[in-house]
């Protein structure tokens, strides 16, 4: 939600890391009320996730190593296992809790372990909260 985003984005810098080009997620941005403070596009790395190279460039780009950064997806398949690989900790958010399928991505074989596993935005704020100072 609009709300979940602006309440992590005072807690956090979000970044968002997608397989859209940019122009698609400048729309998206907008619509969401600008939440990140950074983003990293696939017209940007010229490949897309699950590729190890976008998530070289992210970090590059940001300036910083995997210990200070918490991936959050709902895809295996594009995101969490590419990520867990490289050495990123990962909350799996389950958007499609009690829906059959995987929705638009293929299902992945092989899951990797999240470091948080949640319903929606509401239920990582509430599981990130004990951290806030």
């Not at 895809?75 to 909350?91: C, I, Q």
């Amino acid at each position: 939600t609009v709300a979940g985003l602006r309440t992590l984005a005072g807690h956090y810098r979000l970044v968002a890391v997608t397989n859209a080009d940019s122009w698609a997620l400048a729309r998206m941005s907008e619509t969401l009320g600008q939440p990140f403070w950074a983003q990293v596009t696939r017209d940007e790395v010229g490949t897309n996730k699950p590729d190890p190279a976008v998530w070289r460039y992210t970090l590059d780009k940001l300036g910083t190593t995997t210990e200070h950064v918490l991936h959050c997806a709902q895809s295996g398949y594009h995101d969490l296992r590419s990520a867990h690989a490289f050495g990123l900790a990962t909350a799996k958010i389950e958007r499609r809790h009690g829906q059959p399928g995987s929705g638009a991505t293929p299902r992945s074989d092989v899951e990797a372990e999240p470091a948080l596993h949640v319903r929606d935005l509401n239920g990582l704020i509430e599981a990130l909260r004990p951290r806030w100072s």
